[in-house]
């Protein structure tokens, strides 16, 4: 169990799709704990494998804030099984560090995946939730997709990466989302309302989750 180096924006491990888990190993686990403390080290809310440069299919995820126990939660081999809704977001994500743009994002989201014990589950986040949001945000990183890939406005997203010494959003990673960009038509596109999966845990999203 140690707290490993989080893999920058640049490096290749995050756009290599990863590999599923074919067994629950010793190797597994402690690659588990490992996430968690990294993510708990860093404040952050979730954390993929490729982020500490394994690329298998892992995320863990933490939404509890303040003086809530500690709520750790572990996907392995998830699978997205629905989604509905939409909503802008705002993300951040420790592999980009202090850079936040809006995002697309469905509002629910529902994901069946083995905890640590290999034992199958089913969890639902709604209503542009942070568990929500925080789900889709990981299991993109298990794809090789990131956050910016979902950006609602390039020429901002390349202002702030730019800002923050970033390579520009690659233009032929912006995903095509209709369905999103048809939800979203009427909602602008506006930094700093909402909160950000991946980053600190602020006050704000404190009273955002309340
Ligand atoms: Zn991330």
């Known amino acids: ?43 952050g809310v979730g954390l993929a494998a490729p982020q500490i440069g394994e690329n298998l299919r892992v995320f863990v995820i933490d939404v509890s804030t303040g003086n809530q126990p500690l709520h750790p939660m572990v996907f392995i081999n998830p699978k997205i099984i629905k989604k509905s809704g939409a909503v802008s977001s705002y993300e951040g994500c420790l592999s980009f560090p202090d850079a936040y743009t809006d995002v697309k ?49 390039r020429f901002e997203a390349d202002k702030i990466l730019s800002e923050h010494g970033l390579a520009p959003v690659e233009g032929d990673r912006i995903l095509d989302e209709p369905e999103l960009d ?16 991946e980053g600190q845990n602020s006050q704000k999203e404190d009273e955002k989750v309340d």
């Open 1 to 43: 169990m140690s707290i490993k180096k989080v893999v920058k924006y640049g490096d290749e491990t995050l756009r290599r799709p990863s590999k599923e888990v074919s067994k629950i190993s010793k190797k597994i686990q402690t690659l588990v704990h490992d996430l968690l403390d990294t993510m708990y080290a860093k404040n």
């Open 105 to 153: 994002r469905y509002a629910n989201v529902m994901v069946k995946a083995l905890d640590i014990h290999g034992k199958p589950f089913t969890i639902e986040g709604k209503d542009g939730s942070l568990l929500a949001r925080a789900i889709q945000h990981e299991f993109d990183h298990l794809d090789g997709v990131l956050f910016i890939d979902h950006c609602r406005n």
């Open 182 to 197: 048809k939800a979203l038509e009427s909602i602008p596109a506006n930094p700093g309302e909402t909160v950000l999966p």
